[in-house]
């Protein structure tokens, strides 16, 4: 038996009267976990060396393509959101707009596929595809996403970090420059700091 997209977000959805433990921790997985990726990259910035700097690049490139084919697919394929069919109970305020792919999944999961390419990142993987499960099962349950909008956010990722990785060598020139200017940037900050 072959379960319709409609039936698993019946299962998955929080249901007219969740727990409140879970529903406290199913809020914080769709909205809050999220904000952990752009900390560790700052982190990751600060304390790490060129070759650091560079794989986070292409880490940021992967997701910023895979965020415009979520568009174009938006665009194309307007799919509705389960409030907007008055489907389902709905825990989490959220705008009318299309659903598939989840942006939150994608992105989580386009930034753990372009880990794949960093000889030190790419441990990464299996945890941020695991965060990225559980923040979409997390809007499933709140009632913002049907189960084929996290589903279709794997091959949207997916070809954002082939992309990303495509480009990479194309445009090392210029993410070096961007690089040797963050430096010089950097360098004068510094300078200036201890002359005060």
Request: net charge neutral; with cysteine; proline share 6%.
């Amino acid at each position: 038996m072959i379960l319709s997209n409609a039936h698993l977000f019946e299962l998955l959805n929080a249901g007219a009267q969740p727990a409140p433990l879970m529903l406290a921790f199913a809020r914080f997985t769709a909205q809050w976990l999220i904000m952990a990726l752009p900390v560790v990259a700052a982190l990751l910035w600060l304390r790490g060396d060129h070759r650091m700097r560079l794989d986070l690049l292409h880490v940021a490139l992967s997701g910023l393509i895979a965020l415009g084919i979520a568009q174009l697919i938006g665009l194309a394929w307007p799919s509705p959101r389960p409030f907007a069919l008055h489907m389902g109970y709905q825990y989490l305020a959220h705008v009318d707009d299309p659903g598939l792919p989840s942006d939150h999944v994608m992105l989580i999961w386009a930034i753990a596929l372009a880990t794949l390419s960093s000889a030190r990142g790419s441990w990464l993987v299996f945890p941020l595809l695991t965060i990225g499960l559980l923040v979409g099962w997390a809007r499933v349950y709140l009632g913002v996403h049907f189960p084929f909008d996290v589903a279709a956010a794997l091959p949207v990722a997916a070809l954002g970090a082939a992309a990303a990785w495509g480009l990479s060598a194309r445009l090392e020139k210029q993410m070096a420059a961007l690089l040797k200017l963050y430096d010089a940037c950097e360098s004068a900050v510094l300078h200036f700091l201890h002359r005060e």
